[in-house]
């Protein structure tokens, strides 16, 4: 046997000859002896320093640890193996060295050769136990191994899961837009007919109204209702007109569009009027903005209907010049969704929109003006021609405080206008 593979015997023995004695021996055998210990307390300090492979262990010993209490020690704070040396053998002895759970036990006197072969079989048993532990310890491991793969596979099905959640809603998304632009097309092209048969009769009725008119005498009722014909059928031919704009305005070609170009051109109908009414005007458009895609006389529309629900408001508020009698213009590039937008905001301090209303300001024929003021249809119109170029309009409003409608548009990529 060579010296490496040698195993490592600690001698626990308070008799000097004897603890001799069985070094000698021990070497004889073999085994390479670690240290002999003549104290408890010794014994589980050379253990710490030389984690032998098995102790030997005499029971009584010097000092006040005994070699039970010592072998206690050792076994729960180390795991190394105990066979006990003793003469002594009585039942209290024999329960109290059970709790220790030995590997074997000598009585004195003793044989090499018995020796020899109880230290074998203890060195073999914990060599057995080792392996059980360390097959144990993989088993576990192997589970715990299991256990995770188990898992990720059950995170993996249940993000692939997710994600097919995710495509159906989108689908049922797309097909509902789907549906809700052929009902569109549909509705626009019913209008489209609608208006051409409105325009002439609405033409016949002013034209009619405007003989009446020239006939009747000077401050007369019939001239004052000869007016109000030909007034609210001008309304409708202009409502019709609009109507018209906007469905034929959605077919036509796109193209790429200023924002500054269209709000100069918005400002220079809207301006003069504005002045006149003492609104300040604060505009904050860079004209390096890259261009969106539609049609700028759509767009126009828009602005102009938005400049003049912000100058109504205005007057509205205040009747005379004042600090706050102010709409403010300002577009900035910002990112939504991850893609580039324009977004153009109108903000005024006019009257501003009761809650209750804001849901309902879209909607077609919503207004809050008298007739001779407005019909409802600015701001469903305007909201059709964003959708229409991809944006989305958002109104933000307090009562009495302020009102912004906020116009987000895409930009169109480099590559799109190549
Ligand atoms: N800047 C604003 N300040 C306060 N109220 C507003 C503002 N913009 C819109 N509104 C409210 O939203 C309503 C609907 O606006 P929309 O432009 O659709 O129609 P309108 O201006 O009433 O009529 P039209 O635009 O057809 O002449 C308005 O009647 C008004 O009550
Ligand atoms: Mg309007």
Redesign the pocket.
């Known amino acids: 046997m060579t010296l490496e593979n040698s195993k490592r015997i600690m001698v626990v023995e308070d008799e000097a000859i004897t603890a001799m004695n069985l070094r000698a021996s021990l070497e004889d055998m073999g085994y390479v002896v670690t240290s002999t210990a003549l104290s408890g307390e010794e014994a589980v300090k050379n253990a710490a320093n030389d984690m032998p492979d098995l102790v030997l262990m005499d029971i009584s010993l010097r000092g006040k640890m005994d070699g039970i209490e010592a072998a206690g020690h050792i076994n729960d704070q180390f795991n190394i193996p105990i066979i006990y040396l003793t003469a002594q053998s009585d039942v209290q002895i024999m329960n109290r060295i059970k709790a220790t759970q030995p590997s074997g036990y000598i009585t004195k006197p003793f044989y090499e050769k018995e020796i020899h072969f109880v230290l074998e079989i203890a060195l073999d048993k914990n060599r057995i136990e080792k392996q059980l532990k360390q097959s144990e310890a993989q088993l576990k491991e192997h589970r715990e191994h299991l256990l995770d793969m188990v898992n990720d596979k059950t995170a993996e099905l249940r993000q692939a899961n997710e994600h097919l959640k995710q495509e159906i809603k989108s689908r049922i998304t797309a097909e509902a837009e789907l549906m809700r632009s052929a009902q569109l097309a549909a509705l626009g092209e019913l209008a489209a007919g609608l208006v051409h048969e409105i325009n002439n009769p609405i033409n016949g009725i002013i034209n009619y109204a405007q003989i009446l008119l020239n006939r009747a005498a000077e401050d007369s009722s019939e001239r004052d209702i000869a007016e109000r014909i030909i007034e609210e059928s001008s309304r409708i031919a202009n409502i019709s007109k609009d109507m018209l704009s906007y469905v034929q305005g959605s077919s036509k070609e796109k193209s790429p569009v200023h924002i500054h170009t269209v709000l100069s051109f918005a400002l220079s109908l809207t301006e003069p009027q504005l002045t006149v009414d003492g609104i300040e005007l604060i505009i904050d458009v860079p004209s390096n903005l890259p261009p969106v895609i539609g049609q700028s006389q759509q767009l126009t529309q828009v602005f102009l209907?938005?400049i003049?629900?912000?100058g109504?408001?205005l007057n509205k508020k205040h009747n005379r010049t004042h600090t706050d009698k102010l709409l403010k213009i300002m577009a900035w590039e910002t990112t939504i969704d991850n893609k580039n937008h324009l977004r153009i905001s109108f903000y005024?301090r006019?009257?501003?929109?009761p809650t209750s209303?804001l849901n309902n300001?879209m909607k077609p024929f919503?207004?809050?003006?008298p007739p001779s003021?407005?019909?409802?249809?600015?701001?469903?119109i305007s909201n059709g021609i964003i959708n229409n170029m991809g944006g989305k309009i958002t109104v933000y409003?307090v009562e009495n405080q302020y009102?912004d409608?906020s116009i987000d548009l895409p930009i169109i990529s480099n590559k799109t206008l190549a």
Not at 350 to 353: D, E, K, Q
Not at 366 to 369: I, L
Request: aromatic share 6%; hydrophobic share 35%; no cysteine.
């Open positions: 209907n938005i003049n629900n912000a109504y408001a005024d006019g009257t501003g929109i209303d300001i919503f207004t809050t003006k003021a407005g019909t409802g249809i600015g701001l469903s409003s009102t409608v």
